[in-house]
């Protein structure tokens, strides 16, 4: 804390004006920098919610979140549904992330999982982040690399009963939108997956800031009208 204190005092650091808790950048760049996995064969839906929401912050507070993709490599990636995609960053190249964010892919529960150097990617920066978001089967990868170890958490309805007998160890919720659990939030996906990270806006910059991102977007965005679990671990600001 003395030396937060000393950082924040020689303009060093800076606190950001609309956050209900603590948040710490450089004065650099005081935003909060929000890695999405760019994968190939991703699903529109959940690739572009969290991206929506999250670099809609900057219209609505200062500072807000500044949003980039990874890939594997820079080689533009196909989604599901056919669109091309050029990552911003590859696994050799992405700057530091405080918020990790994995969307679900066709092979999340497959090939993506057998991917050694991605796993490890994943669990190194996975650790480091200070939130990790998963919508509909991106829970999968988070759970291989080990990232959802003694948290709750929920995945696609319909892969429940897959997810939880390669996972045994997790308690695992079904007939919610979203799970958050420490520093983990944990999506159904699909038209939902704009819901988890509406969570995490309204906990880093209030309730007010989410309401209005969610007016610009046009969806009503109320807390209490969604079905969502907070696990043990998760810290109420």
Request: hydrophobic share 40%.
């Amino acid at each position: 804390m003395i030396r937060i204190l000393a950082l924040l005092a020689s303009g060093l650091l800076t606190l950001s004006a609309c956050a209900t808790g603590l948040s710490i950048r450089t004065e650099d760049d005081p935003r909060l920098q929000v890695g999405i996995m760019l994968l190939d064969r991703v699903y529109n839906s959940e690739l572009m919610a969290p991206i929506d929401v999250f670099q809609h912050t900057i219209f609505h507070c200062d500072p807000g979140m500044r949003v980039f993709t990874i890939g594997r490599s820079k080689e533009p990636v196909l989604t599901f549904e056919g669109q091309r995609i050029l990552p911003d960053y590859d696994l050799d190249d992405a700057p530091p992330i405080d918020v990790l964010v994995m969307p679900s892919t066709e092979h999340s529960m497959g090939k993506d999982l057998e991917d050694q150097r991605l796993m490890r990617w994943l669990r190194e920066r996975g650790q480091a982040a200070q939130y990790l978001l998963s919508v509909c089967d991106g829970a999968f990868p988070f759970a291989e690399a080990g990232l959802l170890d003694g948290l709750e958490c929920t995945t696609f309805p319909g892969d429940i009963d897959k997810f939880r007998a390669r996972y045994p160890h997790l308690t695992v919720h079904e007939g919610v939108i979203f799970v958050a659990d420490g520093k983990a939030i944990t999506g159904a996906g699909g038209a939902r997956s704009y819901d988890p990270a509406f969570y995490l806006v309204e906990k880093l910059y209030g309730r007010k800031v989410a309401e209005r991102i969610g007016r610009g977007l046009v969806i009503d965005w109320k807390l209490s009208e969604v079905a969502h679990s907070i696990g043990p671990k998760t810290k109420v600001p």
